[in-house]
Antibody, heavy 119, light 109 residues
Framework: EVQLVESGGVVVQPGGSLRLSCAAS????????MHWVRQAPGKGLEWVSL????????YYADSVKGRFTISRDNSKNSLYLQMNSLRTEDTALYYC????????????WGQGTLVTVSS | EIVMTQSPATLSVSPGERATLSCRAS??????LAWYQQKPGQAPRLLIY???TRATGIPARFSGSGSGTEFTLTISSLQSEDFAVYYC???????????FGPGTKVDIK
């Protein structure tokens, strides 16, 4: 059974930093591109970032480019999101999501970890 | 960026009735479109990918159609567990700027 378990969400002040983690199990982690998708309270879904199976390619939404860094450790079946220069508009539930081998829709999602940026 | 729109924003349906949800892309996404269901307090669940292929374990009452810029999700006979928010997502462009629609809430009439 595929499982994605996020952690690391807390309350942080504007301008602060945070690292989210996602522990994956139930599939061959290093075969798959992985993503972060976020959802602000009461709002819709926003794709944030992806990382290729080997970590060699990363992409970001314009809203986070230059502030967030996605990474992975295939030896630990783990995905990470380093979030710097946080803004109030980054407040959201952050989901770790897996896409398929060929296409970038999300077939499995974690339950999310809540990041609140507030003074 | 490809902008996704969904209509209606809210759809009130009685159990057993048919529900038809629409999704439109600002430019062609071919058949690279997925639908997700999200219930309160839960993560999204994949329903449809490739515009019309049901994901594993999704009941046959869910069907998707369309290509290019116009897409439809149909729920043939609404069950109580189907009342939720539904999102469409395009995954056509590269470099990736995957975008979601704003969602359609299906609630009980």
């Amino acid at each position: 059974e595929v499982q994605l378990v996020e952690s690391g969400g807390v309350v942080v002040q504007p301008g602060g930093s945070l690292r989210l983690s996602c522990a994956a199990s139930g599939f061959t982690f290093d075969d798959y591109t992985m993503h972060w998708v976020r959802q602000a309270p009461g709002k819709g879904l926003e794709w944030v970032s992806l990382i290729s199976w080997d970590g060699g390619s990363t992409y970001y939404a314009d809203s986070v480019k230059g502030r967030f860094t996605i990474s992975r450790d295939n030896s630990k079946n783990s995905l990470y999101l380093q979030m710097n220069s946080l803004r109030t508009e980054d407040t959201a539930l952050y989901y770790c999501a897996k896409s398929t081998l060929r296409f970038y829709y999300f077939d499995y999602w974690g339950q999310g970890t809540l990041v609140t940026v507030s003074s | 960026e490809i902008v996704m729109t969904q209509s209606p924003a809210t759809l009130s349906v009685s159990p057993g009735e048919r529900a038809t949800l629409s999704c439109r892309a600002s430019q062609s996404v071919s058949s690279n479109l997925a639908w997700y269901q999200q219930k309160p307090g839960q993560a999204p669940r994949l329903l449809i990918y490739g515009a019309s292929t049901r994901a594993t374990g999704i009941p046959a009452r869910f069907s998707g159609s369309g290509s290019g810029t116009e897409f439809t999700l149909t729920i043939s006979s609404l069950q109580s567990e189907d009342f939720a928010v539904y999102y469409c997502q395009q995954y056509n462009n590269w470099p990736p700027r995957f975008t979601f629609g704003p969602g359609t809430k299906v609630d009980i009439k």
